[in-house]
C-alpha cells in the first residue's frame, strides 16, 4: 500500500551538483523519520542523511558540509541536494520511510534506488 518513488540520479563530473528527489504515497498517517542511504558494489549500505518528523537531522562525515536533506510535507516528499561531487560518492542511493501507516502501523520502506556516477 506504500511505495517510494524516486528520481534524479545520472553522470556528473566531479565537483558538480545532483538534486535527488523521492516521494511516498498510499496509506501514510505520518513520518517519524526519513532518510538516504547509499551502497556502491560489494560494500555494505550506509546511511548518509536523515531527517526526523521534528526535523532534526544527521548527516555521514564524508558527506557533512557537501550534502543537505530536505522534505517537503505536504508533497510527502524528501530531498537529498548533493554539491561538490566527488568520485568517492558514486554509488546506488535508496530512499527510506520510517512510516505511520492510516492503521497505527509503524513500518519501514525503501526505495528501489537511483545510480550517481561521478566521472570526468
Known amino acids: 500500500q506504500v511505495q517510494l518513488v524516486e528520481s534524479g540520479g545520472g553522470l556528473v563530473q566531479p565537483g558538480g551538483s545532483l538534486r535527488l528527489s523521492c516521494t511516498s504515497s498510499?496509506?501514510?498517517?505520518?513520518?517519524?523519520?526519513m532518510g538516504w542511504y547509499r551502497q556502491a558494489p560489494g560494500q555494505q549500505r550506509e546511511l548518509v542523511a536523515e531527517?526526523?518528523?521534528?526535523?532534526?537531522?544527521n548527516y555521514a562525515d564524508s558527506v557533512e558540509g557537501r550534502f543537505t536533506i530536505s522534505t517537503d510535507r505536504a508533497k510527502n516528499t524528501v530531498y537529498l541536494q548533493m554539491n561538490s561531487l566527488k568520485p568517492e560518492d558514486t554509488a546506488g542511493y535508496f530512499c527510506?520511510?520510517?512510516?505511520?501507516?492510516?492503521?497505527?502501523?509503524?513500518?519501514?520502506?525503501w526505495g528501489q534506488g537511483t545510480q550517481v556516477t561521478v566521472s570526468s
Open positions: 527510506n520511510a520510517d512510516i505511520k501507516r492510516l492503521g497505527g502501523m509503524r513500518i519501514t520502506y
Open positions: 498510499g496509506s501514510i498517517s505520518g513520518f517519524y523519520a
Open positions: 531527517i526526523t518528523g521534528a526535523g532534526s537531522t
